[in-house]
Nanobody
């Protein structure tokens, strides 16, 4: 069974920084694309940033220049460094990963979500 666990959220003042982590565990063979999403109250979940297994990255316009996504394939972990945080960044942040794992039926590829971590930007 594969699990994704996010951590690193919290309450910071505008202009501050946070580093989110998403660790995958289970019978993992390979982790392919990974994305960080966020969902603010009353809004739809949106993609913030994504990274391929080879390290290619993309960012939503609001995250460019402020957020940096990275991954450590040996640790099955992805990070989101968030700098110069703004009140509009307040949301629950989720990671989503496409993972090849070993099951009783053999190798399977599926997308998994973490439980989310709350990020609140407020003075």
């Amino acid at each position: 069974q594969v699990q994704l666990v996010e951590s690193g959220g919290g309450l910071v003042q505008p202009g501050g920084s946070l580093r989110l982590s998403c660790a995958a565990s289970g019978s993992i063979i390979r982790i392919n694309d990974i994305g960080w999403y966020r969902q603010a109250p009353g809004k739809q979940r949106e993609l913030v940033s994504a990274i391929t297994r080879g390290g290619n990255t993309n960012y939503t316009d609001s995250a460019k220049g402020r957020f940096t996504i990275s991954r450590d394939n040996a640790k099955n972990t992805v990070y989101l460094q968030m700098d110069n945080l703004k009140p509009e960044d307040t949301a629950v942040y989720y990671c989503n990963a496409v993972i090849v794992s070993l099951s009783a039926k053999g190798l399977i590829s599926s997308a998994y979500w973490g439980q989310g971590t709350q990020v609140t930007i407020s003075s």
